[in-house]
């Protein structure tokens, strides 16, 4: 397998009907997107039975961390909710257990790990899915994940190096 100048990778294997010419097969890069095991979910030992889901659905975990988010770690990933009302309970939440953070990668990573994760609101979440199972309430959701590419890269990078992430 050869990677390209795009990410994507190739494979280069005999062709079937010229066996002295090459033929090239080209696997898109897959996409990749961000999650996080919240402290609900790990204080309750669900980090187990929350991967299982994820790696079920077709997405392989290619970067995974168990730490202690620091205020100002969790301040700057929930910047964007600085001005809400519930962003000094939510950073106080995510800073009063341990949290799994973690690289997914897959084809349609980003929306895939959004329909396995379910409705921010667990009473509206499909049955089967991460917050249906495991919410507490809306508040304490159980994960997080990214809601767009774009954003997943800049929360990858918030919380690994390119060298951690070994898919």
Do not use: C, W
């Not at 990078?157 to 992430?165: E, G, H, L, R, T």
């Amino acid at each position: 397998m050869a990677a390209l100048a795009d990410g994507s990778r190739a494979v280069i294997s005999p062709h079937p009907d010229l066996s002295n010419r090459p033929r090239v097969t080209v696997f898109p890069m897959a996409e990749r997107t961000f999650s996080i095991l919240k402290p609900d979910a790990t204080r309750r030992n669900l980090t187990g039975k929350i991967n299982a889901m994820i790696e079920d659905a077709g997405l392989r975990i290619i970067a995974q961390r168990r730490i202690r988010m620091s205020r100002e770690q969790a301040e700057d990933f929930y910047e964007i909710h600085k001005d809400r009302p519930f962003y000094g309970e939510l950073v106080e939440f995510m800073t009063s257990a341990p949290v799994i953070v973690q690289v997914l990668e897959g084809s349609n990573a980003v929306a895939k790990y959004r329909e396995v994760m379910g409705a921010t609101n667990p009473a509206q979440a499909d049955d089967g899915t991460i917050r249906k199972l495991y919410a507490l309430s809306m508040g304490e959701n159980s994960v997080h994940g990214s809601d767009s590419g774009d954003n997943a890269k800049i929360e990858i990078a918030q919380f690994f190096d390119a060298d951690d992430i070994v898919g």
